[in-house]
């Protein structure tokens, strides 16, 4: 077994196997044969660092994003689209496009933005005190996944470790104004999590309650999404 990758045995059934052969070159016989898988621990951030590399020089690049109304990005739709709720959206409504030019709402920023595409590709964040609040509004407008608690982590810990804080019951209290940036980006952060938190949980009680006959379902259901909001927060 070459390094970055580990072998394991599985049972599995013969579905969603046209070709009659399971993964590993293994026969899958009756539906109960074992299946020999394979999986590497690089090849997701091997994808990813090529897709940076291409994208560093223009190469498959299929969308333009349009920042500030005058900065132009070269970048990958199919990338974008898995990081960002909105680019999922925008570039579903472009998809007879060949390449199509998307340019972002006021409140997104290149500022903002760079970090948040370096992260798409690489998911690597670069924060910084100075960067930190456009990095989580535009994050925020654009839906970006896999962020909003690890940022707040990322905060926290750099926070705590800050020579000049003080720290009581959850509040911190800074004489720069640097530290005081950061503590309002924080606040930001954790009032948008809340509050997504809280749609998708509404959300789902009312597709939820649809689908079920009972009279008393939509009652269980809003008690339900209640309970989840919370234990969210």
Not at 25 to 50: D, M, T
Not at 158 to 181: C, M, P, V
């Amino acid at each position: 077994m070459s390094a970055g990758g580990e072998e394991r045995a599985v049972v599995a059934e013969d579905e969603g196997d046209p070709e009659g052969v399971a993964a590993g070159g293994v026969a899958a016989g009756s539906g109960a044969a074992p299946v020999y898988v394979y999986e590497s621990k690089v090849h997701c951030a091997n994808v990813l660092l090529s897709l940076e590399e291409q994208r560093r020089r223009g190469i498959l690049c299929d969308v333009t994003v349009v920042v500030e109304g005058r900065v132009e990005i070269r970048a990958h739709r199919a990338v974008l689209a898995a990081s960002s709720r909105y680019f999922l959206q925008a570039l579903l409504g472009r998809a007879g496009e060949a390449e199509p030019i998307i340019s972002l709402p006021e409140k997104v920023t290149a500022k903002g933005f760079g970090p948040l595409l370096q992260f798409a590709y690489t998911a690597k964040l670069v924060l910084s005190r100075e960067n930190i609040g456009e990095v989580i509004r535009c994050a925020d407008v654009l839906g970006v996944h896999n962020l909003e608690d690890s940022c707040f982590r990322f905060l926290q810990a750099q926070l705590q470790n800050d020579g000049e804080h003080h720290i009581t019951n959850g509040q911190a209290a800074y004489d720069s104004d640097g530290n005081k940036r950061c503590i309002a980006a924080s606040r930001r952060l954790h009032s948008h999590s809340q509050r997504r938190n809280h749609r998708e949980a509404t959300k789902w009680a009312e597709k939820t309650a649809q689908r079920d006959p009972d009279p008393g379902a939509a009652v269980r259901h809003r008690a339900a999404a209640a309970a989840a909001r919370g234990a969210a927060v």
